[in-house]
């Protein structure tokens, strides 16, 4: 078949012709539930020899029980004077599911449904009606009147975009409006409501989203609209003072917590320095002083307690050394530099005065019988000795461990995960080498 190009007219009169075919389908509806309500009135039925509409209708007309009584409702709630063959004005754009959704919602609620709304909004709105909502906006949407209706709607946006972070960074990323035009309020609609369709619930509020306006939905009342010029003012009112782009999410609500937990009396925590640092003349860091049990000062550097039972503390109230203390700390910073095995070591025995001073054993004092046992090196793993290794040290160890399995003909071993686990597992030397190799050589 030839292909003809579509005028611009032409293709404007084919979406009116099925604009109106899809109308009349809809109309169709209401004509057939207005004659099946006919028969069921005046029992037209019963010349059949049926007992119900319903048995008429699935025999005479293949219809199931459940769509005749659509039908019959659809004439009922969407018809003119709700008895008629003709579809309300207000109902033409809507879609036959659309109707069926919406017969179980209040007369009044049914303003909140356009048709970019979705099946399964209307369910939520249905269900939102049928069910006690949580009030977890807050208590003031229990006050009447229509000056508390404005704090109210600041509230309901709070809550929206505390849960969609980041519609609410997104839209204060956009560059500063100079006022709310209608290429602002377009942009940022489209932030906030990219499918044209969009539903939110939140405590005892409703709120449907649509590209021209938004319906909000308090329960127990009737819907209001909302423009959006109305709703992004408000946002404005609420978020702008902390605007920030990305940023604008963690500045209002963080900063919102923090002044909730300092109203309820929650302290701050910080975390206490494990160990405090003293300065030259023994003065603890920021001016601190640390008290032991029996309320001596640890002095920085040395002994943190001594004997309770001791009266002659060494430690002063300026933290001074005398000059005994001196000696002796430098004999124990020497003997920490000496190196001794650790076969050799052996936990010291404190000596003590009577003032708590130390001293030293004299030169007599009886020595061991036997030399000290030599020291073993025992090894180490070869993950120890790995990490002693520079970036080229373990490249060249993993090498040639990759040549000897090569050269032994073990190419399988070297995709295999255990063989290098045991590999680095084994027992080595300072060198490297198995504990095997050394014994061999």
Known sequence: MEYVQMTLNEWVEIKQKLRQELIGVKRSFVRIGYILRQIDDQKGYVQDGYKSIAEFAQKELGLHPSTTTRFMEINREYSIDGYSEQLREEYEDLSRSQLEEMLKLPEEDRAMIEPAASRESIRDLKRFNAAQPEQSVTDCHQVDGEGQQADKLADLIESFFHDNPKELNTLFSLPEPSGLTEEYIREAAEIINPGGNRSYRKGIFFVMMYENKIMVKQFGRTPRELSWAEFLQRTWDIFGEVAAGAKTWDNYFAAEAAETDAEEGIPETTEEPETTECGAEGEVEHGKKEENETGNGVECGGTEAHDAGTEGDAHTEEHGNTPDQG????????????????????????????GGADFEKPENAKKPDMNPPEVIDAGKSRREYLDSLTDEGIAEEIVKKIKEMREARRLDEILKQRSWTAWLKESVDYLGRTIEEEEEQ
Do not use: F, H, L
Request: proline content about 11%.
């Open 327 to 354: 000696k002796n700390t430098a004999q124990q910073e020497a003997s920490e530099k000496t190196e001794i095995a650790p076969a050799q070591k052996s936990a010291p025995e404190p000596v003590t005065t009577e």
